[in-house]
């Protein structure tokens, strides 16, 4: 059985190597990282990497809601990652709001407007009712099918039942709709999910009420 505990100071370049191989064929990452605008798989690699790294280090990092999920009697190997919020996160300071965006400048150059409205698009889905947002969950292909991924669901969504709280993702392929309403997760909105602009792939908005 995988083990999960919380996010230590260290495991940001492990993170980062896990989640870019986790969402090395993700529809919405191969959308803003296109195969095409790299020379090679290492490069993309490399990018999807800083990416997240980015990810964690302002969006989600600060709030010491994020966990990893470690094979059984494994000496420090991480197998996967959740990157959550809780309920109330303030927003990002204007310096650190400033110094995140000249870094996605840097890893997507002219697909920043496709990013950021994006962005713009799904927060408006978001629900106001307070909540835990799952951001990022992914597994290395590696260990596929090891229960990683559902120890981390297990871990926080015992927190949210146990505090009351609701829960909210955006399921990035169709195919993890099933596996996100084991745990609780319903598509909310338009059961068609919702299309990205200028043409991207469609993302779920999915809800759960605590239990």
Not at 24 to 49: I, K, T
Not at 80 to 95: D, F, I, Q, R, V
Request: with cysteine; net charge negative; proline share 8%.
């Amino acid at each position: 059985m995988p083990t999960t505990r919380s996010v230590a100071d260290g495991d940001a370049l492990q993170i980062t190597a896990v989640l870019s191989r986790a969402f090395a064929a993700d529809p919405v990452m191969g959308w803003f990282f296109p195969e095409a605008a790299f020379p090679d798989e290492q490069a993309r690699s490399e990018c999807l990497a800083a990416f997240f790294g980015t990810l964690l280090e302002f969006q989600y990092g600060p709030y010491g809601a994020c966990e990893v999920a470690i094979p059984d009697q494994s000496e420090g190997t991480l197998a996967a990652a959740a990157l959550w919020t809780p309920p109330g996160s303030p927003e990002l300071s204007e310096e650190d709001e400033q110094t995140m965006g000249l870094r996605m400048v840097e890893l997507v150059g002219d697909r920043l407007d496709r990013l950021i409205s994006s962005y713009r698009l799904l927060r408006a889905h978001v629900p106001d009712t307070p909540h835990w947002y799952l951001g990022v969950l992914g597994s290395d292909p590696a260990g596929k099918g090891g229960g990683y991924g559902a120890a981390l669901l297990r871990s926080r969504l015992a927190t949210c039942d146990a505090d009351g709280v609701p829960a909210y993702l955006e399921a990035s392929k169709e195919a993890n709709i099933g596996y996100y309403e084991r745990f609780g997760f319903a598509v909310h909105g338009e059961a068609a999910g919702v299309e990205l602009p200028d043409g991207g792939p469609v993302v779920w908005p999915m809800w759960r009420d605590p239990r």
